[in-house]
């Protein structure tokens, strides 16, 4: 073929649109790779930090009122403050990092927030009091800002997977990632168990009007939880931009296409702005662009539908945990009231971690497994579907048959299932695909922001249910109203059901097709011929042939 034929030949099978969709095509068809695995990991260790210093708190939260109260409890108040901080900041921080990693970038935000999660949780661990200032004050602080940085992970760990994932992996890639929650949660009580056993003899021997052993546990199991973060630094700052952002985002489909073609297959990348810089015209993420997309019935109804079954799924998982104390005491591993001071605090620490080591393995890990094994073959919706379903028959069970099972020993077992049951159908369930299918559903330059205001809703669910909840359930008597507040979680349970019916299955199909926009007319052109590269290759081969 002459030199003339060849580049004709490349203007006519080479655009800038035809490249974006070859490129897309290759990771949508990729095989399960190493670059995949590390992926997974990378944001799964992030997720398994924030499980852990979500969780770990429960603990700490009764070892600092032992220290601060002279082996007595926290207020009412001061317990809920250093509890809820960070659900606070994690709902301004989903908000903030979602928007941010649309306007700035995945990679630019990727690490930021883990900075800010090692950050608070290392205030936490040092945390202390004056004359001039409460140590509650400074814990709810420094558990606020660790929750922006929790906040942060949700949408962008979830983004980045979904956009590096091919697309009959990508529901197991990110039920992978959120799976790492219960691991946190487990590590979590073990760690406990083990650091409580270690001080044995100094919480017995202290008195308690000087608790030092305590006061050095609560701070070493905080403390440790920066350390799987500090470790996952260094990879989720060298971590690549996702081919999808640097094609629809940054407009450059040149650097995205040799992107895809190094990591996927060597797990390395590099920048080249001199000759990779490939302009494209695609549309921009502006607010009147927002506005314009999300006005569209079919596109709003998602964003709702994400948005309502994450906040109806919070309210009772993390309500449920008004019931834990309940749970424990049944199994056996409630408060201790026997003996010294000293043993009776040593041992209530003893019993409430162990008891979470058998909950978290009970229901919460199984539960995660469950929809990594079933997410690519059955679907995201029917799973959703279904848990919203099984849950609102346990709740209507747990709620109207609460006295009753209470009032004897087979029903307090059956009790302790059903409680368990919750766990497993939260996470076989809405819990694991409400943070899947934000992360699938919306345009690249407004995925990261829809995950962050679905995420977001579902964290003041949770606000709602720490703080709504937990003073209803003391109406006429400690725990006097809880059977009326599991009643209220089956009702939120079945408004999940009809939520869930306005999202789309999302099983194996690409990130493409599920924005709802044409994808052929996508790509307007660029600002330099898309073929440049190619008849420049063809010129510099047929120099060569005539030197030879």
């Known amino acids: 073929m002459s030199l003339e034929a060849e580049k004709a030949h490349a203007n006519a099978a080479i655009t800038a649109g035809e490249r974006r969709r070859a490129a897309l095509a290759e990771i949508d068809e990729a ?7 590390k992926a997974c990991i990378v944001a799964g260790v992030g997720f398994f930090t924030d499980a852990y210093d979500i969780f770990s708190i429960s603990i700490a939260a009764t070892m600092i009122g032992y220290v601060y109260h002279q082996g007595g409890s926290n207020t009412t108040n001061q317990d809920l403050g250093i509890k809820v901080a960070h659900s606070i900041g994690t709902f301004f921080g989903q908000l903030l990092f979602g928007w941010a990693a649309d306007q700035i970038g995945r990679k630019r935000m990727y690490g930021v927030e883990l900075m800010i999660i090692i950050i608070g949780t290392l205030g936490q661990a040092v945390a202390g009091e004056s004359a001039a200032i409460s140590v509650y004050g400074v814990i709810i602080m ?8 929790i906040g942060g992970d949700y949408p962008l760990s979830a983004v980045i997977t979904s956009e590096f994932a091919a697309r009959r992996i990508r529901g197991r890639m990110m039920a992978a990632v959120f799976s ?61 931009e996702t081919p999808r952002y640097t094609m629809d985002i940054e407009s450059n489909i040149k650097q995205a296409s040799q992107d895809i073609d190094t990591y996927l297959h060597s797990g390395t990348y590099v920048v080249d702005p001199i000759h990779n810089n490939e302009r494209a015209e695609v549309p921009k993420a502006t607010l009147s662009d927002f506005a314009a997309y999300f006005s569209q019935w079919k596109n709003f109804k998602i964003l709702f539908g994400a948005a309502w079954s994450w906040f109806a799924l919070d309210v009772a998982f993390y309500g449920l945990g008004l019931n834990s104390s309940t749970i424990l005491t049944t199994i056996g591993f409630g408060s201790y009231s026997k003996g010294t ?72 077992k059956a009790f302790v299932f059903l409680y368990c049951m919750a766990n497993f159908f939260q996470n076989f369930g809405p819990n694991t695909t409400t943070f899947t299918i934000p992360g699938e559903v919306f345009p690249t330059r407004f995925r990261s922001t829809g995950h962050g205001i679905a995420a ?24 006097a109203w809880l059977n ?32 709802h926009e044409d994808q052929a007319n996508f790509v307007k052109g660029s600002g330099i011929s898309p073929v440049s590269e190619e008849i420049a290759r063809i010129e510099e081969e047929h120099r060569t042939h005539h030197r030879l």
Request: charged fraction near 10%; hydrophobic fraction near 50%.
């Open 31 to 37: 095989k399960f790779s190493r670059f995949h695995a």
């Open 142 to 149: 420094w558990r606020f800002i660790m929750g922006i940085g």
């Open 180 to 240: 790492a929650q219960g691991w946190g949660n487990f590590t979590s009580a073990v760690v406990s168990v083990i650091v409580i056993a270690a001080y044995k003899n100094e919480i017995l021997a202290e008195p308690v009007t000087d608790l030092k052993g305590i006061d050095q546990c609560w701070r070493i199991i905080i403390g440790l939880g920066c350390v799987p973060g500090a470790i996952a630094l260094y990879f989720r700052l060298t971590i690549p």
């Open 341 to 412: 001071k000293q043993l009776q605090m040593y041992q209530t620490l003893y019993n409430a971690a162990v008891g979470n080591i058998i909950l978290a393995v009970g229901g919460l890990i199984p539960g995660y497994y469950f929809s990594f094994a079933l997410v690519d073959f059955w679907g995201r919706k029917p799973i959703q579907l279904m848990g919203f379903i099984v849950l609102t028959i346990i709740f209507c069970c747990m709620g109207f048959g609460y006295h009753a099972m209470l009032a004897t020993d087979s029903g307090k």
């Open 456 to 479: 977001a809703s579902g964290k003041l669910g949770a606000i709602i249910a720490q703080v709504g909840f937990s003073r209803l359930s003391n109406i006429g008597g400690t725990n």
């Open 484 to 515: 009326h507040i599991l009643e209220l979680f089956a009702f939120f349970m079945l408004t999940g059901i009809f939520s869930t019916l306005l999202l789309p299955e999302t099983k194996n199909l690409s990130l493409e097709d599920l924005s």
